[in-house]
């Protein structure tokens, strides 16, 4: 089965992921943009260093072409932001990236972006998912990779510079040089070194690397960001005195970071501290939109500076078409991910990290000082996150108790209100919240909850996780 979750679509390899049902989803693909009779516009295709990665962006690219589509091809692993950045540059109707983000070694999958370097919507994506029903697998229109170049059907580009620079130029690249930070990055094995490396040495930052060989299986880790896949890098940044440590996921969309005391600093306090930092130090102007697993803090800050915050459902693209709409200055996740008002309409790991940096060198203070101002003035926000995998069985009840019966336990906290537009959320008059989910790319629900305090958040959590015998 090929089906589209928040991230795109994404399969265990060899069972789901496999030739066949990557030039049947192209062909699906292929087939709306000749009903749109675009094929002029182009399409782009890039890949992270995954199993399988490379081989399948040629794969793709084979049967695009042989449709009578002109393909863009990034020839060498890329961040998901610059292929992202490069169909916004060439202007193209649709591009894809042969990625599984951070989902475990053994899976792989394909993200789909349109016109203007945005991910594709459920329209889009419910569309292809009932165009591939019809493909007809023995039936596919292709050309040979390396005929399809010679013939200029697939034409091999270059779009690093063009991406480099377009976030150089949005840095305070003068304020980060008379810092000469000290930096350790740990890309997870992805493809963020290049790009990363590029802007902070340019930065006259002194940067070292860990953990950048080619290993499609990312050093046996989860190629995600956070406190507990990042523990080598905090060590290393306390023992040998980094002003600050980065990590990015396997496809350099999200990021985690480590402050110089070794402290993770969690995606919502990243978020929260940019948005701050925007507003405060650098005087822009602007609303804020995050998702609806995400600090309620932003919020806050936000109504300070007599701005507005929107929630959005899980889903970038939710976000970043939210921000086209309000002109929103920063929108984020609390995995990792965000983009600001001028930049690609996708996350990007990269400019994130550079923004960060500039935000340190700017403010002369750390992340753990700047957090400490924001705490003083707008309270504590703190959330927990647990994870539950299932099976079909076990899917079945919880959507039928709580979409269906939409039973929930009698917390001890009165409720102000409850929204189903993603999973189940219930507002709490004190002004924390919890929702529960399912995870649009694994099998999983997700159960995040905020309080004032991290012991209250667990106990509200611990609350619906019993009621739910999960």
């Not at 350790?184 to 070194?193: A, E, K, N």
């Not at 800050?301 to 007599?306: D, K, L, N, Q, T």
């Not at 086209?324 to 309409?345: D, F, P, V």
Request: with cysteine; hydrophobic share 40%; proline share 3%.
């Amino acid at each position: 089965m090929i089906q589209f979750g928040t991230g795109g679509w994404r399969a265990l390899i060899g069972v789901d992921f496999t030739k066949e049902n990557v030039r049947i989803l192209s062909q699906a693909l292929a087939e709306r943009i000749k009903q749109e009779k675009q094929q002029g516009k182009g399409f782009v295709v890039g890949y992270d260093r995954r199993f399988l990665s490379d081989q399948a962006a040629k794969w793709m690219s084979e049967v695009i072409a042989g449709n009578g589509i002109q393909v863009y091809f990034i020839p060498s692993p890329a961040p998901t932001p610059l292929i992202m950045f490069t169909v916004q540059k060439y202007q193209t109707l649709y591009g894809a990236a042969i990625t599984a983000s951070h989902n475990p070694a053994e899976y792989n999958g394909i993200k789909l972006f349109t016109a203007g370097g945005r991910d594709a919507t459920e329209v889009v994506t419910d569309a292809i998912e009932e165009a591939i029903v019809q493909i007809d697998p023995t039936h596919i229109l292709s050309v040979d990779f390396e005929k399809g170049v010679e013939a200029g059907a697939i034409e091999v580009i270059n779009p690093f510079n063009s991406y480099l620079d377009s976030i150089i130029n949005m840095l305070d690249i003068d304020s980060i040089r008379e810092r000469h930070l000290k930096i350790l990055l740990d890309p997870m094995f992805g493809v963020s070194r290049t790009c990363l490396q590029t802007v902070l040495i340019t930065a006259r930052c002194d940067l070292d690397v860990i953990n950048d060989r080619h290993d499609t299986l990312f050093g046996g880790r989860l190629p995600s960001p956070n406190s507990q896949t990042l523990q080598r890098l905090k060590s290393i940044v306390v023992e040998r005195g980094y002003d600050l440590g980065i990590g990015t996921d396997g496809d350099a969309d999200r990021i985690g970071i480590i402050d110089s005391n070794g402290e993770f600093i969690h995606p919502n306090s990243v978020l929260v501290l940019l948005y701050y930092y925007l507003l405060k130090y650098k005087g822009l102007k602007g609303c804020a939109v995050r998702n609806i697993a995400t600090t309620h803090l932003i919020d806050k800050i936000a109504v300070a500076f007599g701005e507005k915050c929107y929630e959005v459902p899980v889903g970038f693209k939710h976000i970043s078409s939210m921000m086209e709409k309000t002109n929103a200055i920063i929108g984020g996740e609390s995995s990792g991910g965000l983009t600001i008002r001028g930049h690609i309409k996708g996350k990007d790991g990269v400019f994130a990290a550079g923004l960060l940096v500039e935000m340190v060198s700017v403010t002369g203070k750390s992340f753990t000082e700047l957090l400490n101002e924001i705490y003083e003035q707008f309270g504590w926000c703190c959330m927990v996150e647990n994870n539950y995998r299932f099976n079909r069985e076990v899917k079945d009840r919880l959507m039928d108790l709580l979409f269906v019966k939409k039973e929930m336990p009698e917390f001890q906290y009165p409720i102000s209100k409850v929204k189903y537009d993603d999973g189940v959320k219930v507002y709490f008059q004190n002004g924390g919240w919890i929702i529960a989910r399912f995870s649009g790319t694994e099998p999983l629900i997700r159960v995040f909850c905020e309080m004032e305090t991290e012991e209250l958040a667990q106990n509200v959590s611990n609350e619906l996780v019993n009621y739910l015998n999960l």
